[in-house]
């Protein structure tokens, strides 16, 4: 009944917004500081897509830092999603409504329910995720609308990726005016946020209410720009979903440098000139053969140091953090491969991955059956590849930040896909499958046969995010009480699911022995 009533609700409240929207007057024409845009009305909500927060990065821009756009004269039309960044199809749940595929990809996108420019409503830029290496701001995952009509001016940003954002070369550093090469993407969206700061106040937007979020390579993103002070001190709150760039040791400029140097001899150009002159497309291609690294690197300008030393020394940016991770971020094969998931196969996974240091991991990874192997490997996976990251960001802000802490823990599992409703699941929530639930966007996937309990999963994940984005605190009418994380006691955890419940953090070892690991 109580989920009943909560559906009810959730209608009536849309019901009143979309009333209220078509009511008031929609003005598509905005002038910003480089021209006038003219944008497109979607039930009472004015939409600005493919809009140009630096100039292309093509030809002798390719690998530098984000020049400022040109301004243009007349009103230019903003109808459409820009270009995608340069990225080969690596994941086949990104559906993109973009302008196709081009190294000029330097767009973002403003959905906007102002009626004013006075209205000084909360911002939120997302970031896409796709591991540094795929993604757009034209996702369907990603759509603004449902945020919109909660009161929330939404931007969606585009960002260089693979190759193209992450590439270091000693010639690269000797031309840079700030002696650094290698983080063009982050580099971008800090340009993206300069921008918001200085031109969303055209939308109604508040420039001084700014909350950055983004899943996974969107969340490392987040951690990112926490950091560095190119960005810091724009951001009034930061929310993550599943990573954070303090889950590993970060490579130095020089070392990247060399890996550059690399890929830059594998293309057979001797010098810098000519590797700009390369098609994109072919330099795209080189990457199949020899992948660069993980993408961010210490390069002394965007990260003057560590990003952890950062954090330990109490720059980053001084904010609210809303964080989490969720229940199946990888599987039980990412441990045990194709192997049999037996208890004696599992020890001797662990013992090949950890070494000398694999006793201490199995004391607290500890499968007492067989049965119980598939769901400890699990466990284990996913906090190698998400879990250990996000908590420990989570961990060291509450220790070191000025802002509070939320920190949440994702367990809804995806239900059956239209197509084969029979088909199993899987048992818990897989990376990213709280996206569409988070931005309010169930309705844009029609791969999974969404039920009630979804939608109301959605509702409460999604206010939240819009308690978080207004006011710094998750907390709201209707929700149950979320308490900030307090340093030097056992964390609360607010567990996400049809039974949403507020839980004292149970794996906290767990994790301090994966911070003694990634500390050496």
Not at 156 to 185: C, D, I, M, Q
Request: net charge neutral; with cysteine.
């Amino acid at each position: 009944m109580k989920r009943i009533i909560a559906l009810l609700s959730f209608t009536a409240y849309i019901s009143v917004l979309m009333a209220q929207t078509k009511s008031s007057s929609i003005a598509l024409q905005v002038k910003i500081n480089d021209g006038i845009l003219e944008g497109v009305n979607s039930s009472g909500i004015k939409i600005f897509k493919g809009i140009p927060f630096a100039q292309s990065p093509v030809g002798d821009l390719r690998w530098r830092e984000p020049q400022p756009v040109k301004p243009w004269s007349g009103i230019r039309k903003a109808d459409h999603f820009g270009p995608r960044p340069m990225q080969l199809p690596l994941f086949s749940d990104m559906k993109f409504r973009s302008d196709g595929v081009s190294e000029d990809c330097l767009y973002l996108n403003v959905w906007t329910p102002a009626k004013t420019t006075e209205d000084k409503l909360p911002v939120l830029v997302y970031f896409y995720g796709g591991g540094l290496m795929a993604g757009d701001a034209s996702e369907y995952r990603y759509d603004g609308e449902s945020m919109v009509r909660r009161g929330i001016v939404t931007v969606t940003v585009n960002y260089r990726l693979s190759v193209f954002g992450f590439f270091s070369h000693p010639e690269l550093t000797r031309e840079s005016p700030h002696k650094a090469s290698g983080n063009y993407g982050f580099l971008d969206q800090a340009a993206a946020l300069k921008w918001v700061q200085q031109n969303i106040g055209a939308f109604g937007g508040d420039p001084k209410k700014i909350t950055i979020a983004g899943e996974s390579a969107g969340s490392y993103s987040v951690s990112a720009q926490m950091a560095s002070p190119l960005s810091r001190d724009i951001i009034a709150g930061a929310i993550g979903e599943s990573g954070s760039l303090l889950g590993r040791p970060m490579p130095a400029l020089a070392e990247a440098e060399q890996q550059g140097k690399r890929f830059a001899d594998s293309l057979a150009v001797k010098t810098l000139a000519e590797l700009r002159k390369l098609p994109a497309a072919k330099v795209l291609e080189a990457t199949k053969k020899l992948r660069l690294g993980s993408g961010a690197i210490i390069d002394g300008y965007f990260f003057p140091k560590s990003p952890v030393d950062i954090y330990l020394s109490k720059q980053q940016s001084k904010v609210p953090l809303l964080v989490g991770w969720n229940s199946e971020e990888s599987n039980w094969t990412g441990i045990l491969g194709k192997e049999e998931p037996t208890k004696i196969n599992f020890t001797k996974a662990v013992q090949q991955i950890y070494g000398a240091k694999a006793g201490e991991v199995l004391k607290l990874y500890n499968p007492a059956t067989d049965e119980e192997v598939k769901a400890v490997a699990t466990y284990l996976a996913s906090d190698r590849f998400m879990g250990f990251g996000t908590w420990r960001w989570s961990d060291m802000h509450a220790r070191t930040g000025a802002g509070k802490v939320y920190r949440y823990y994702y367990e809804r599992p995806r239900p059956a896909t239209r197509e084969n409703p029979d088909a199993p699941v899987a048992a818990g929530a897989v990376h990213s499958a709280e996206i569409e639930y988070a931005l309010g966007n169930l309705g844009t996937n029609r791969v999974f046969d969404w039920q009630p309990e979804d939608f109301l999963v959605s509702e409460i994940l999604q206010s939240y995010f819009e308690h978080f984005i207004k006011t710094g605190n998750p907390n709201g009418f209707g929700l149950p009480e979320w308490n900030a994380v307090v340093p030097g006691k056992p964390a609360e955890v607010m567990h996400i699911d049809t039974d949403t419940r507020l839980q004292t953090e149970k794996y906290r070892e767990r994790y301090l022995v994966m911070e003694r690991e990634s500390s050496k």
